[in-house]
């Protein structure tokens, strides 16, 4: 069952990809890799003849493009290269996510569970989009597959290994710091012998990425992974902003196409004085920052209303989404099914007192209550469709068991 999945989805994502491919990068990932091609260096910014040193965005999916690049050896367009080989990702990623169902199902539900992954839409459109999607799948599945092994004690985990995975998830996406600080706090709280396993992880973790860290400090003075906290903030609590925030991108090399709105003007005065050196990104973060937590506590009680449509957009949908082909059928149904049967079956799955299924259900509301505080954009769910599918499997195996199987 599971390899006709297999390859059913394998060409069911040609076939999507053949539809709704694009031949070139696009917005910030075109920027990223043109400065890093002609440079060499990992640059957003170009001002005044400066390359400033970024940190906007995490590195690892840019390192991607490049060796895929490296790979086609200019004999033809290295994007469909890019595409192939995140189809490849997203079919292995079906079997991590079999064998992560296999911790709490039966062959069959595991199989089910399998095939929901495999041709959910978001999922399956993740590999034809110039993204971090479908391989941000990938390492979060193997990530949570040696969790699993460690809490269920299969058998002694490779640190190094288990270090790895963590630092790709980490060069993907900066929330995945929630992610390893709760499930390494999770190991020792499930299990205090394994303290020097936590320890060992966390030293590894931190030698690994290191390099990465010692550059960005080198930079601007400061130790961090991404370097955008402070626009996101802005970007989803200003007075403009709606649950998908406000989409404007204020680069600084546009900056007579900024949306002329009287609310910012303070804004663009503090952006406009900061000087052009590298730590400009940094300095400008902080802006956003400022002028973000100025706004919240200015009006605790509308950003608070915002936060709460934020959390309901991001478990179930935006009812209030401009984005084009959002409200599309095969997009729209498939997640509001999800949603409102993995609401049950994390009560369900709560109810089994399994100290996996606390470990994950602690993971996908923290990542949840942690996202929602910026904005919610419909590809933020593929950090949480893992736990989503999961947990509407347990609503599944309930109403099979309760209506359908013989005594």
Not at 148 to 155: A, F, H, L, P, Q
Not at 280 to 289: A, Q
Not at 382 to 392: A, D, T, V, W
């Amino acid at each position: 069952m599971l390899r006709l999945i297999l390859g059913l989805s394998f060409a069911v994502k040609l076939l999507v990809l053949f539809f709704f491919h694009k031949e070139s990068l696009s917005n910030e990932w075109f920027v990223l890799f043109d400065n890093f091609e002609k440079f060499k260096i990992y640059s957003y910014y170009t001002l005044e003849g400066q390359n400033i040193p970024s940190s906007y965005m995490p590195p690892l999916y840019l390192f991607f493009l490049y060796a895929n690049k490296l790979l086609s050896f200019d004999l033809f367009n290295f994007v469909y290269l890019v595409y192939f080989v995140q189809i490849l990702l997203s079919t292995v990623s079906v079997v991590l996510f079999y064998r992560f169902c296999n911790y709490f199902f039966d062959k069959n539900f595991s199989n089910i569970g399998a095939l929901i992954f495999a041709f959910f839409p978001l999922v399956v459109l993740s590999t034809a989009l110039i993204s971090s999607g479908t391989i941000q799948l990938f390492f979060y599945l193997l990530f949570l597959n040696l969790l699993m092994e460690v809490i269920n004690n299969e058998k002694k985990i490779n640190i190094i290994l288990f270090s790895l995975v963590s630092v790709c998830c980490l060069l993907l996406r900066g929330e995945f710091l929630i992610i390893l600080f709760l499930s390494l706090f999770y190991i020792i709280l499930n299990d205090k012998k394994k303290i020097k396993f936590v320890v060992a992880v966390f030293f590894s973790t931190f030698v690994i990425i290191s390099p990465y860290l010692a550059r960005n400090y080198i930079n601007t003075n400061k130790i961090h992974i991404v370097n955008v906290t402070g626009y996101a903030l802005w970007k989803g609590n200003n007075h403009l902003a709606k649950v998908e925030g406000f989409h404007a991108p204020l680069h600084p090399m546009n900056r007579e196409d900024w949306p002329d709105f009287e609310e910012f003007s303070n804004l663009y005065q503090k952006l406009d004085s900061l000087k052009i050196n590298k730590k400009y990104e940094v300095e400008r973060d902080k802006i956003f920052l400022k002028e973000a937590l100025n706004n919240i506590f200015q009006d605790k009680k509308k950003y608070f209303s915002m936060y709460i449509r934020k959390i309901f957009s991001y478990f179930f949908i935006d009812t209030n989404s401009s984005l084009v082909n959002y409200y599309n059928f095969f997009h729209i149904i498939p997640v509001i099914i999800i949603a409102a049967l993995a609401i049950p079956g994390a009560f369900l799955a709560s109810l089994k007192k399994d100290k996996k299924l606390f470990c994950i259900l602690l993971i996908m509301f923290s990542l949840i209550f942690l996202i929602s505080i910026f904005f919610i954009l419909p590809r933020y769910k593929i950090s949480i469709i893992i736990f989503q599918i999961l947990f509407s499997l347990f609503s599944l195996n309930y109403i099979f068991v309760k209506f359908f199987k013989k005594n």
